[in-house]
């Protein structure tokens, strides 16, 4: 508890307006949580069940090292202010334990301002009720995601509006393609260096079989495996989540694509530094120019789009079914 679901990361207009994020919920909102516990039907208010208000569902994975870093990567983590950051979180499982896990959150940098009334497109918001139905996610939550209502233009002035969104957003990308993939393919070939460092230490171990240089070499092997995991630190705090086990949690886990897992972590303390972000990453410099290349795409849709095509972002009659009161369509709870 204590976050929000939002829809409020920087898209494309008319195409895809938003992606999805956490936010912290406002210290007034967890208070009316505490104080009116238990469901509230969605659809009430133009920003849902006040249940939703400081509560997100999702799902807790016991992810390798190298496959969080593979999120990371994917995600954009480390670009700077831009993108998404690692954020610790506690979360409560479905049968009332609780642990520690890492989740992504979006940057100030990255998200639409606060006045900008933003959907999801159809196809993003079927990702994420299909993924909380396949993960058996709390019926009612479900139903919240059911009732948001998503972006979706129709007619020439959306055609028109994503054509020019394109012209304006795609020439100043082009610049950012060489060192993006630049960086995919360092971050590649530095997997499989690893992946080939390891085969030859496990060939190593294999071949001394003999009484306590084999036994030391397991030892060896497990340390390596225990310092694979994503908590690194104290593998043992994940303990009670089996790696086979994908478990619906109560709290921070990122929304954006339910099915993802999110990564165990430490107890106590700093969290290791390349839990934070994968080892290679954009330029400052670069993130920085990302950002004001999405902040031009929607100034233009603001200033021009918006005006003469209608907006390319907002749901038609607000967020959340059975209201016209406009508003947004992040589910929050208080």
Not at 306 to 311: D, Q
Not at 313 to 329: E, I, Q, R
């Amino acid at each position: 508890m204590g976050w929000t679901l939002s829809f409020r990361m920087l898209g494309l207009p008319y195409a895809e307006p938003g992606f999805a994020t956490i936010e912290r919920a406002q210290p007034e909102q967890q208070q009316q949580q505490q104080q009116q516990p238990g469901p509230v039907s969605t659809g009430a208010s133009s920003s849902g069940s006040s249940r939703w208000r400081s509560e997100v569902h999702g799902v807790v994975h016991l992810l390798r090292h190298s496959d969080w870093v593979q999120v990371m990567a994917t995600e954009g983590v480390g670009a700077g202010s831009t993108g998404y950051r690692v954020v610790e979180v506690e979360v409560e499982l479905y049968d009332g334990r609780r642990t520690k896990a890492l989740t992504l959150e979006g940057q100030g940098a990255s998200l639409h301002r606060p006045d900008r009334p933003v959907a999801p497109s159809r196809r993003y918001l079927e990702l994420l009720r299909a993924g909380a139905r396949h993960h058996g996610l709390d019926p009612e939550y479900v139903s919240y995601l059911d009732s948001l209502v998503p972006y979706e233009g129709s007619g020439w002035g959306t055609g028109v509006g994503r054509a020019a969104a394109l012209a304006v957003a795609l020439p100043l990308a082009l610049p950012l393609i060489p060192p993006v993939l630049y960086l995919r393919m360092a971050r590649k070939k530095r997997q499989e260096d690893a992946q080939r460092a390891s085969g030859a230490d496990g060939a190593a171990a294999a071949s001394n079989t003999n009484g306590p240089v084999a036994a030391a070499s397991a030892a060896a092997s497990a340390a390596r495996d225990a310092a694979d995991l994503p908590s690194k630190a104290a593998a043992a705090a994940a303990a009670p989540l089996a790696p086979s086990q994908a478990e619906a949690a109560v709290a921070g886990v990122k929304a954006a694509d339910v099915a993802t897992a999110t990564a165990a972590s430490a107890p106590g303390g700093p969290l290791p530094p390349e839990l934070l972000q994968p080892p290679l990453v954009l330029p400052s410099v670069l993130s920085g120019y990302l950002a004001a290349v999405q902040y031009t795409t929607w100034a233009v849709h603001d200033l021009v789009g918006a005006p003469l095509l209608g907006s390319g972002s907002a749901a038609a009659g607000g967020g959340v079914k059975g209201d016209s009161s406009g508003g947004g369509v992040g589910g929050k709870r208080s």
